[in-house]
């Protein structure tokens, strides 16, 4: 049982805009940044979106996040086959003095 | 470059310790905290350890707590995550991250226990 909730599927068809949420409380996204990142089969992990909203260099503007009180979410739009992957959201908890992940969401292309 | 190698992993009995290494490359490592992550077989990703920059500050998951120690030697360039009293629950992909948005990420080295 993962502290932050994210639906563990989502999907869509090319050019469609998905979004995946993260729900959290007070002590974890209510009071600290939400980072994003998406991992492919067999490979390690990358971060796509920091500090609730910030793309790092050669991720494109076509992902995005926001953060609201104590949820946050990341939108596609554009999507593409080669988003097909895992997605995960993480932040630090203030009450478990630790980092805490997302139970991830496989995000289909069909 | 910013370049992290995992290394270490491997079988081990239940009980059993193994010591795993991240070395760095390609930035100041001695500026960044760092930060262990793992992964088991078919599930997702569980946060382990992190460590400040200068290792005055260390911090753990409940699942580790006084099983698991993180240090670093900053004249290496190197990350170490030693793994003691290990359990079958414990099998996990580990992976090093820099910093606490943990923007960049070793390979990952695989950690069996099982007898």
């Known amino acids: 049982q993962s502290v932050l909730t994210q639906p563990p599927s989502a999907s869509g068809t090319p050019g469609q805009r998905v979004t995946i949420s993260c729900s959290g409380s007070?002590?974890?996204?209510?009071?600290?940044?939400v980072n994003w990142y998406q991992q492919l089969p067999g490979t390690a992990p990358k971060l796509l979106i920091y500090?609730?909203?910030q793309r790092p260099p050669g991720v494109p503007d076509r992902l995005s996040g926001s953060k609201s009180g104590t949820s946050a979410s990341l939108a596609i739009s554009g999507l593409q086959s080669e988003d097909e992957a895992d997605y995960y959201c993480?932040?630090?908890?203030?009450?478990?003095?630790?980092?805490?992940f997302g139970g991830g969401t496989k995000l289909t292309v069909l | 470059e910013v370049q992290l190698l995992d290394s270490g992993g491997g079988l081990v009995q239940p009980g059993g310790s193994l010591r795993l290494s991240c070395a760095a490359s390609?930035?100041?490592?001695?500026?960044?905290?760092m930060t262990w992550v793992r992964q088991a077989p078919g599930r997702g990703l569980e946060w382990v350890s992190a460590?400040?920059?200068?290792?005055?500050?260390?911090y753990y998951a409940d699942s580790v707590k006084g099983r698991f120690t993180i240090s670093r030697d900053n004249s290496k360039n190197t990350l170490y995550l030693q793994l003691n009293s290990l359990r079958a629950e414990d099998t996990a992909v580990y992976y090093c991250?820099?910093?606490?948005?943990?923007?960049?990420w070793g390979q990952g080295t695989l950690v069996t226990v099982s007898s």
């Open positions: 991250a820099r910093d606490k948005v943990l923007d960049y």
């Open positions: 390609g930035f100041t490592f001695s500026s960044y905290i």
């Open positions: 460590i400040t920059d200068n290792a005055g500050s260390t």
């Open positions: 007070s002590s974890n996204i209510g009071s600290n940044f």
């Open positions: 500090n609730n909203n």
């Open positions: 993480a932040t630090w908890d203030g009450s478990l003095n630790g980092r805490v």
